[in-house]
Nanobody, 125 residues
C-alpha cells in the first residue's frame, strides 16, 4: 500500500515562500516519477511540476516556471516543492502524486496512481 503524506502548507503573504514536502512509503521511491498538482476553489485540478525518478529532469507549468522548484531526496523517500514569489492566484490545495509505472514521466494526472491527502496553501494579497 503506497502512502503519501504532504506537509508544509500554510498562510503566507504575497511575495513570500513556502516549501512543501511529500513523504512516500510502500514503494521503491527511487524508481518512480513524482508530481505536484493543485486545485483552487471552483477549479479543476491542474499540473504544477513533475520530476523523473532519478531527479535528472524537471517539468513545470508555465504559471509557476521560474518561481517554483521541484526536487527529490531518494534517500529520504521525499519530494519537495519550493515555492517562491508566491501570488494570491497560487492559493490552492496542493497534492503530490506517484506515477503509476516505474521509469516513466508524465504531466498528465491520469498517469499518476497514488495521491496524498493534500495540503492547503493560502497566499494573501
Amino acid at each position: 500500500q503506497v502512502q503519501l503524506v504532504e506537509s508544509g502548507g500554510g498562510l503566507v503573504q504575497a511575495g513570500g515562500s513556502l516549501r512543501l514536502s511529500c513523504a512516500v512509503s510502500g514503494r521503491t521511491f527511487s524508481n518512480y516519477g513524482m508530481g505536484w498538482f493543485r486545485q483552487a476553489p471552483g477549479k479543476e485540478r491542474e499540473f504544477v511540476a513533475a520530476i523523473t525518478w532519478s531527479g535528472g529532469r524537471t517539468y513545470y507549468a508555465d504559471s509557476v516556471k521560474g518561481r517554483f522548484t521541484i526536487s527529490r531526496d531518494n534517500a529520504k523517500n521525499t519530494v519537495y516543492l519550493q515555492m517562491n514569489s508566491l501570488k494570491p492566484e497560487d492559493t490552492a490545495v496542493y497534492f503530490c502524486a506517484v506515477h503509476r509505472f516505474a521509469y516513466r514521466s508524465s504531466l498528465d494526472e491520469k498517469d499518476f496512481g497514488s495521491w496524498g491527502q493534500g495540503t492547503q496553501v493560502t497566499v494573501s494579497s
